[in-house]
């Protein structure tokens, strides 16, 4: 047996993995890492089972879902190929941007030994390609104050407690940025009738999420139909759950990481831990916070620590707690609206 001291719990051995407590009961709910137990019952992370972690983890940063990482695990290569595709052409297309950062940096080189200094603002666009840009006046309960949308990341998640304001500031994002779509939660996939190519690509993407555990619902269709929808630069969908029992919301966001850096932007409200795993947010992900005591939205970056990122851990609950919920959640709201 290992030494004492070579065994974590679960608080200890969510650091080391640089991962939340939450995301690491979500791993141990799936089955895929299992905890020894104490003789008093406590959970305890030993080398094997952090190493067991630790590729968990590795598989969640490729983009997989929690249902491929299972497959994984288990030596099953069935949808393997494709996740693999999808991460090869997430890397090409940053190595395509790369290559074009390398080749502006060459040029501004070639024209300083010429003697013509670079701007200011194309120094500043060296590092990333240009983004979606909107300011507006916040609405009500903000009573006005000014929004930068400064990083429009391929999914930005908006997220807050009951109240906050999260749908308003969706819809205000969907009002302001050019050419935006805004998905609320009545939802049907009328949206099929625009003609065979859109419903292709929505039964396309629809047999990869029942593949990967996804349940076929109007609201699934909803929302691909929307995603695969031609003349939009932006949408915004509120409670992206809306609708979706846990597997599916797993394979649905897995899908969405799939789509890559240049992929059109999806801004989502959510409170469900299975759509915003802390653990797996990447570099094509942004997170906004809307704050209990109605301050203004603030961006919060996914690392333990950061300013803001305990307060949108507390406004995230598993799937079955928003079941359970939402029907008092609804009753509430009508109430308040009626005041």
Sequence with gaps: MNA??????PSDAAKQLGVSVKALRLYE??????????????????????????????????????TQVQRVLAGDS????????????????????????????????????????????????????????????????????????????????????????????AKRIAETLPNAAFIGLDRTHAELDAGDALRARVDQALAWLIDDGATR??????????????????LVVDMIEQGLDEPTQHALIAHLRRRGANARPVFATTRSCAIL????????????LCPANHSPPAHVTPHPGAPGYEAVATCLASPDVRARTQGVIAVRGAELARR
């Design 4 to 9: 004492p001291g070579k065994f974590l719990n």
């Design 29 to 66: 709910e799936r089955g895929l890492v299992t905890p020894m137990r104490t003789a008093a019952g406590w959970r305890a992370f030993g080398p094997h089972e952090m190493e067991r972690a630790a590729e968990v983890v590795a598989l969640r940063a490729l983009g997989f879902s929690l």
């Design 78 to 169: 069935h949808g393997l190929e494709q996740a693999l595709a999808a991460h090869q052409t997430a890397l090409e297309t940053q190595r395509q941007q790369i290559a074009q950062t390398v080749e502006n940096v060459r040029k501004l080189r070639d024209e300083l030994a010429h003697g013509r200094a670079p701007t200011i603002g194309e120094l500043a666009h060296l590092q990333a390609p240009a983004q979606l840009f909107a300011a507006f006046d916040l609405p009500w309960p903000w009573g006005g104050e000014r929004f930068e949308l400064r990083t429009v990341k391929p999914l930005n998640y908006i997220v807050g407690p009951l109240f906050s304001g999260k749908t308003k500031l």
């Design 217 to 234: 619902t109007d609201a699934l269709i909803a929302l691909l139909a929307a995603l695969e929808s031609d003349g939009l630069d932006a």
């Design 277 to 288: 795993d802390l653990a797996s947010v990447g570099a094509n992900e942004a997170i906004i």
